[in-house]
């Protein structure tokens, strides 16, 4: 059974610009979860999407935005990129709301 | 609202030697409890989980984790550590609530450095 897969796996951008991640879940999982590893902020929330819904959202500015689409997959928008949201964006996906199992990340880099 | 104390930012332990890494929460309903390791460069991998049943749960690699509801702890611990073992530890809680899917609290993990 292939894992989540998320896509790039490292993307280097400049202040300003715009990025779109991508996940795959596991076939079969309807709930996707999204999560910000930001050096010396740990793992923060960001998005949950569950049938094609939003169902909560974190502590993070509008400029963070995604959807998940009918087969489940689901992107990562960010606006206005700034400095700070260097980080790793794991993708979480499950099946029964409570297990989350994880990808191994889009390392993203803001020069 | 939840949160999750990992007291420990670091262990180093020599190899074959017992380990201990603690984890406390804190939470106004009942939680899910998780440990999840993070190998370098890596995602997140879930190592052990306790959701109902038994409070003691094993992972398949000798690890093992207590829930002990009276001091809101959920401390891992493996009798014998590999170098192999060396990574990050990350524990985590959901709260449960109707519905489902509430999101996943993180402590500020633990480096665990296995050294010969």
């Known amino acids: 059974e292939a894992g989540v897969t998320q896509s790039p796996t490292h993307l280097i951008k400049t202040r300003g610009q715009q990025v779109t991640l991508r996940c795959s879940p596991i076939?079969?999982?309807?709930?996707v979860y999204w999560y910000q590893q930001a050096l010396g902020l740990g793992l923060q929330f960001l998005l949950w999407?569950?049938?094609?819904?939003?169902?909560n959202r974190g502590n993070f500015p509008p400029r963070f935005s995604g959807r998940q689409f009918p087969n489940y997959s689901s992107e990562l928008n960010v606006n206005a990129l700034e400095l700070e949201d260097s980080a790793l964006y794991l993708c979480?996906?499950?099946?029964?709301?409570?297990?989350?199992?994880f990808g191994d990340g889009t390392r993203l880099s803001i020069l | 609202a939840q949160s999750v104390t990992q007291l420990d930012s670091q262990v180093p332990v020599f190899e074959e030697a017992p380990v201990e890494l603690r984890c406390n929460y804190s939470?106004?309903?009942?939680?899910?409890l998780f440990w999840y390791v993070q190998y370098p460069n890596q995602g997140l991998q879930l190592l052990l989980k306790?959701?109902?049943?038994?409070?003691l749960v094993k992972s398949i690699n000798g690890f093992e984790a207590e829930f002990n509801k009276s001091q809101t702890s959920f401390h891992l611990r493996k009798p014998s550590v590999h170098i192999s073992d060396t990574a990050e530890y990350f524990c985590?809680?959901?709260?449960?609530?109707?519905?489902?899917?509430?999101?996943?609290?993180f402590g500020t993990g633990t480096q665990l450095k296995v050294e010969l």
């Open positions: 979480a996906s499950s099946s029964d709301r409570r297990t989350e199992n």
């Open positions: 076939s079969g999982h309807t709930s």
């Open positions: 999407y569950d049938e094609g819904e939003e169902r």
């Open positions: 939470s106004s309903v009942s939680v899910y």
């Open positions: 306790y959701l109902s049943g038994s409070t």
């Open positions: 985590a809680v959901r709260m449960i609530l109707t519905g489902g899917g509430n999101k996943l609290t």
